[in-house]
């Protein structure tokens, strides 16, 4: 009878800890679908390339103040090519995604680059670290795929640029690599430091865009909001709730899980700038929730997914 327990318990420490991961990076992507959000709010004449870079300045200031007060950002060396593969498909993803939104529009800029990241994470989960998704990811991230695509555009009006798109492609890319790239420098450092260290490299890697750009929006207190509010808690808060729960949350299914970012900036657009979802889109918002509760009731009863 104590055998039988002792296994149940055994077996019960992975899964919570997989499900506890599972709603950290769900906690994430909700704060990442508020960022769409804020930035309709900002001043006028606003450039996505600085708000991109300004989210990555502030983000990664305060992220290393937080990983500082916490103890630092530890003893040992960091892997160069990990570091440098980690903040420069962040710095990446930023040029690539903002750009390809503004050539193809949000619709098919969103939908290419979040729904072919976990596709090429899942790819890369397995080369690199022998990953294996497994059915459940599988079933959940081509629910949570049709979703997203009736999501994103049922609204109508979808135009496509084969730039905008390749583009949109190298962000999913992108996204997925630095994940990956997240996950390998995570063991023996603690979330905050690794993310520190991140974001201020992909920070300085786009401070020459701050010198191409106009920033006289900054000065108004409306866009000090908006970008304190993106970097501090859709960057810095968001990313270390990321990084925790990537810990124990294959990258596949990291990447699956953070489809919830659709989801949740669709749902705001309609409480708060006042968008309307057609019948096609809403009906993506249940295969979006279907998709993302197989994969986390799935994480709540395994070891890995």
């Given at each position: 009878m104590d055998n039988q327990a002792e296994k149940t318990t055994v077996v019960a420490a992975p899964a919570a800890r997989n499900a506890g991961g599972a709603l950290l990076v769900l906690a994430a992507a909700t704060l990442w679908g508020t960022s769409g959000t804020s930035q309709a709010l900002a001043p006028e004449g606003v450039s996505p390339w600085s708000v991109g870079a300004l989210r990555l300045l502030v983000g990664g200031a305060a992220l290393m103040l937080l990983a500082v007060l916490k103890g630092g950002l530890g003893k040992g060396r960091w892997p160069f090519w990990g570091t440098l593969a980690a903040g420069g498909f962040v710095a990446i993803y930023q040029l690539t995604f903002f750009t390809a939104v503004s050539r193809t529009g949000v619709a098919v800029g969103t939908l290419v680059a979040i729904g072919s990241s976990p596709v090429i994470?899942?790819?890369?989960?397995?080369?690199?670290?022998?990953?294996?998704?497994?059915?459940?990811?599988?079933?959940?991230?081509?629910?949570?795929?049709?979703?997203?695509?009736?999501?994103?555009?049922?609204?109508?009006?979808?135009?496509i640029d084969v730039v905008g798109v390749l583009l949109a492609l190298g962000a999913g890319t992108s996204?997925?690599?630095?994940?990956?790239?997240?996950?390998?420098?995570?063991?023996?450092?603690?979330?905050?430091?690794?993310?520190?260290?991140?974001?201020?490299?992909?920070?300085?890697?786009?401070?020459?865009?701050?010198?191409?750009?106009?920033?006289?929006?900054?000065?108004?207190?409306?866009?000090?909001?908006?970008?304190?509010?993106?970097?501090?808690?859709?960057?810095?808060?968001?990313?270390?709730?990321?990084?925790?729960?990537?810990?124990?949350?294959?990258?596949?299914?990291?990447?699956?899980?953070?489809?919830?970012?659709?989801?949740?900036?669709?749902?705001?657009?309609?409480?708060?700038?006042?968008?309307?979802?057609?019948?096609?889109?809403?009906?993506?918002?249940?295969?979006?929730?279907?998709?993302?509760?197989?994969?986390?009731?799935?994480?709540?009863?395994?070891?890995?997914?």
């Open positions: 994470a899942g790819i890369l989960g397995f080369v690199v670290r022998g990953e294996r998704p497994g059915r459940a990811w599988g079933i959940a991230t081509v629910l949570a795929l049709a979703g997203c695509s009736l999501l994103v555009t049922g609204g109508g009006g979808v135009a996204y997925a690599c630095y994940t990956m790239a997240i996950k390998v420098l995570l063991p023996g450092r603690t979330s905050e430091a690794v993310m520190a260290v991140v974001f201020c490299l992909g920070a300085l890697l786009l401070a020459p865009v701050l010198f191409m750009v106009d920033l006289h929006w900054v000065a108004q207190p409306r866009g000090i909001g908006v970008v304190l509010y993106l970097g501090v808690v859709v960057t810095a808060v968001s990313y270390c709730l990321f990084a925790m729960g990537l810990r124990s949350v294959p990258v596949a299914s990291a990447v699956t899980l953070s489809l919830a970012e659709p989801l949740m900036a669709a749902l705001l657009g309609i409480l708060f700038l006042g968008e309307r979802l057609t019948p096609k889109a809403l009906a993506g918002i249940p295969l979006l929730f279907a998709g993302l509760a197989v994969l986390a009731y799935s994480m709540s009863g395994k070891r890995a997914v």
